[in-house]
């Protein structure tokens, strides 16, 4: 089975700018969650989408937004960029919504630096 | 409200050596979920276990060993005989079953080990 596929990898962006990151769950997969990683914050939850409904949403502000598809794919979008934005994001997706205790599995991230 | 402490930013450790990654964690709920996730330099995340807080038996896998507590709110990771390609950030998470955070991870800061040869 492949594994969680994250597109760009590598992404260069200005500020005020917007970009969509894209997702490609594991095959079978509904679950689709979002984190942003940067050294100051460490690892944190952006959203989770099932089903294509946002079923959960961290604590960011609303310039980011995602949407997931029926095929379960997601994208991410970060309008009016800033300097702070600059991190790695990561999906990961899971069989199922979560109680909890569902393993996710992690794709390789999308490396956003905004200049 | 919940939180996880990984308190060791750095470990440097000499190849051979065994070496405990400290985990601490806060929650109201009863039922939780702790794991813990490997990052290489590559940046994937790795999933290496997952606990659930009503089985505090330690666990086992080749050179990875993790320990339990609830009495300490801890959930330790021991590599016995440590090598090079263990050289990552590792993280500690923590998932509610029912809190404001269910279904999502809490990720402590992560400790970056160097496995020195």
């Known amino acids: 089975k492949a594994g969680v596929t994250q597109t760009p990898r590598y992404l260069i962006k200005t500020r005020g700018q917007q970009v969509t990151l894209s997702c490609s769950p594991i095959?079978?997969?509904?679950?689709v969650s979002w984190y942003q990683q940067t050294p100051g914050q460490g690892l944190q939850f952006l959203f989770e989408?099932?089903?294509?409904?946002?079923?959960n949403k961290g604590n960011f502000p609303g310039r980011f937004s995602g949407r997931q598809f029926s095929n379960s794919r997601s994208e991410m979008n970060v309008s009016t960029l800033e300097l702070g934005d600059s991190a790695l994001y990561l999906c990961?997706?899971?069989?199922?919504?979560?109680?909890?205790?569902?393993?996710?599995?992690f794709g390789p991230g999308t490396r956003l630096t905004v200049l | 409200a919940q939180k996880v402490t990984q308190a060791q930013t750095e470990i440097s450790v000499v190849e051979k050596e065994d070496v405990t990654l400290d985990c601490v964690y806060e929650?109201?709920?009863?039922?939780?979920?702790l794991f813990w996730y490997k990052q290489p330099p590559s940046g994937e995340l790795v999933f290496l276990i997952r606990r659930n807080s009503f089985d505090e038996q330690n666990e086992i896998s080749g050179r990875y060993s993790w320990n339990f507590q609830k009495s300490t709110s801890s959930f330790n990771f021991t590599i016995t005989a440590s090598q090079v390609v263990d050289s990552a950030v590792y993280f500690c998470?923590?998932?509610?079953?029912?809190?404001?955070?269910?279904?999502?991870?809490?990720f402590g800061k992560g400790t970056k080990l160097s496995v020195k040869p």
């Open positions: 989408y099932f089903s294509e409904t946002q079923r």
């Open positions: 095959s079978g997969h509904r679950s």
């Open positions: 998470a923590l998932s509610e079953a029912m809190g404001g955070s269910q279904g999502n991870l809490i």
């Open positions: 990961a997706s899971s069989p199922r919504v979560g109680q909890g205790n569902n393993e996710q599995f």
């Open positions: 929650t109201r709920d009863t039922t939780y979920y």
